[in-house]
């Protein structure tokens, strides 16, 4: 089942008012861990655009696992494939205003090269290990080992291939909408049965009793 024909206005994710997509809070903390994760592995080329493609895929890998992402970003269509919104904007920021208290975190922890016509994010160590949990860590692995050696445009093609994807991105009403994260658990061999039906379950219990359940 996909969601692309249900309208959320507020977000554009797919949804109507009386069945309300998933959501999750935006880490800002455990986003620049993982940014400084990847920084930290010696990948070639690793540039804004292919630290948002790999994000996404870690983000992917640990949601049909066990029922939430990595960084818990919303994750959007744009003509390169999924992006994560968040993590796109303090990229950005790091990039044009590293001095920026806002990415203060990330910015101690990571060196850019500018040398290239985009910049190369390197990290000498990893060092923001306490932000994330252990499985957050194995997702990140699993997708440095799968996809890490892959080139950005390698990266986009097999993204943009994805259901999910194709989902948002036929039914636009915008040049960013929302991907459902129901939608990325469709045709993964990484899911895990039960995942799925457990982040509804604990997303529907958020809305009704707060963030603190």
Known sequence: MNYRDKQCPQRNCGYDEFEMAVE???????????????????????????????????DKHHLVRFGRPVTGDRICAMKDGPVPSNILNMLNRVLEDPGNPTVQLLSQHIFIDRQYIHPHFQAERFTLAEFLSESDIDSLRETVE???????????????????????????VNNAPDMAFEDLFEDDDDAL?????????????????????
């Open 24 to 58: 999750f809070t935006f880490d800002r903390e455990r986003a620049a861990a993982a940014v400084v994760y990847l920084a930290a592995q010696h990948i070639p080329d690793l540039s804004k655009g292919k630290i948002c493609k790999l994000i996404f895929l870690a």
């Open 146 to 172: 799968r996809f890490g050696g892959k080139t950005f445009s390698e990266l986009r093609s097999m993204t943009h291939e994805m259901g999910a994807y194709k989902n948002a991105w036929e039914d636009r």
């Open 193 to 213: 049965e039960g995942a799925r039906e457990q982040m509804i379950e604990t997303d529907s219990m958020r809305k009704v009793f707060g963030a603190a359940f």
